[in-house]
């Protein structure tokens, strides 16, 4: 009997389109983010490496610790990300990264007291931008992740609740629903 030992959310063709949306509907927050520099990009790579700590995309991991480490993160702080000791990070960061773990865990559905108390520590604007750089990196890391399933099932062991279909709608659904839904999003504008 084969083990499954591939045990990470991944995407399915629809909620990789929904995902799509969701940063579509979002594109000026990810460019507000991006231009005002509102938050640091040692503290974005803080948020992104917190939820990737939960998705466990491993190249996200292996990417934005090289991104982090050139940011000023040290990697005490990145050895206390991955341990879950916020005790090692800014303090002023913590509500934030604590937001992001949330936010991962709760699958993109966080608890609105929690997106409250971000935007009642940060502001709407900053708040805002820690959501961009929240939904970049989780787009990143399910994607990541349902290649790491495909790669897996190849090996032998697939992943629960998954399909060789849907790991390859979504990997080569990039090349379609993305430019599908940027010209169902313009034209909806």
């Not at 959310?9 to 909620?15: I, P, W």
């Not at 940011?71 to 990264?97: F, K, N, S, W």
């Not at 937001?99 to 108390?117: C, L, T």
């Not at 399909?163 to 313009?186: D, T």
Request: aromatic share 8%; hydrophobic share 45%.
């Amino acid at each position: 009997m084969m083990q499954n030992t591939f045990n990470k959310r991944t995407f399915t063709v629809s909620s990789f389109s929904a995902a799509i949306d969701d940063m579509l509907d979002h594109l000026g927050d990810m460019r507000a983010a991006a231009r005002q520099h509102r938050i640091s990009h040692a503290f974005a790579e803080r948020v992104m490496m917190a939820v990737t700590q939960v998705n466990g995309c491993r190249y996200c991991d292996y990417a934005h610790t090289h991104m982090a480490l050139r940011a000023g993160v040290t990697q005490a702080e990145l050895d206390a990300l991955r341990q879950g000791d916020l005790q090692a990070l800014p303090e002023a960061e913590g509500v934030a990264i604590l937001f992001a773990q949330h936010y991962a865990e709760s699958r993109g559905k966080p608890d609105p007291a929690a997106w409250q108390r971000l935007v009642a520590t940060y502001g709407a604007d900053r708040a805002r931008d820690i959501m961009a750089y929240i939904r970049m990196i989780t787009l990143g890391n399910l994607y990541g992740n349902t290649f790491e399933a495909l790669l897996s099932r190849l090996r032998g062991q697939p992943a629960r609740g998954s399909s060789i279909w849907q790991e390859i709608g979504v990997l080569l659904g990039g090349l379609v629903i993305v430019p599908y839904n940027a010209v169902k999003h313009w034209l909806r504008r």
